[in-house]
């Protein structure tokens, strides 16, 4: 089972229909979750996490554990803010510390970062964008994607300015291979 991951508000935006391209050249059962349907709380960086195994705050995230950990692959998307992730996305991120003191996966080379449960999980990343910062933005989330040692198979910053990236067949096109390449890591 492949997981979609969409760190816009906008459901009928571009970074939505992004992760839904990657996940149709996957070809696999999938998931699409939006973030903004989830309710995540900020992280509070008090740590209880690796203390207690899990996070203190009881919200969309608590289910969401579970479904990174038992998905095949993930398909990370968030529009691009600033030249950087979306606050939804940010959120997700830094909640996701929590993985790490779950006692499961092989540990991390730094006893203090736990453990990593994602390791060697394929993920591909995309970002929507309208002109500029698609770069900085690939960057800060292959940066998050490579703090959990998972498998990045490719990424995808799309400029597709104020229009509808839907209507950018190259753009899909690159959406769809990228979902196909997940697949291939996928050995099916
Ligand atoms: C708060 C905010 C900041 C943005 N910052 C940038 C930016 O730095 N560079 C850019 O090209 N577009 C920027 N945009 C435009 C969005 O990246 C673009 O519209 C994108 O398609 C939004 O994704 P969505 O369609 O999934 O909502 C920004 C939009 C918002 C709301």
Not at 17 to 41: H, K, P
Not at 64 to 90: E, Q
Not at 164 to 178: F, N
Request: glycine residues 16%.
């Amino acid at each position: 089972m492949i997981l979609g991951l969409c760190g816009s508000g906008r459901k009928e935006g571009n970074t939505g229909a992004l992760v839904e391209a990657v996940l149709q050249g996957a070809g696999s059962q999938s998931e699409l979750i939006w973030l903004i349907d989830l309710n995540i709380g900020y992280c509070t960086g008090c740590m209880r996490c690796a203390f207690e195994g899990t996070c203190w705050q009881q919200d969309g995230m608590t289910a969401l554990y579970r479904k990174l950990i038992d998905c095949d692959a993930i398909v990370f998307g968030s529009p691009c803010y600033y030249g950087n992730v979306s606050g939804l996305f940010k959120s997700f991120m830094d909640r996701s510390i929590a993985l790490g003191y779950m006692g499961i996966g092989k540990e991390a080379e730094i006893a203090m970062h736990g453990r990593k449960p994602l390791a060697g999980k394929p993920a591909a990343i995309v970002s929507a964008v309208a002109g500029h910062g698609a770069d900085s933005v690939l960057a800060i989330m292959e940066s998050y994607v490579g703090y959990g040692e998972m498998n990045i198979v490719g990424k995808l910053g799309a400029v597709a300015g104020m229009d509808d990236v839907r209507d950018k067949k190259e753009i899909m096109g690159q959406a769809r291979e990228l979902g196909i390449k997940l697949r291939q890591a996928l050995g099916k």
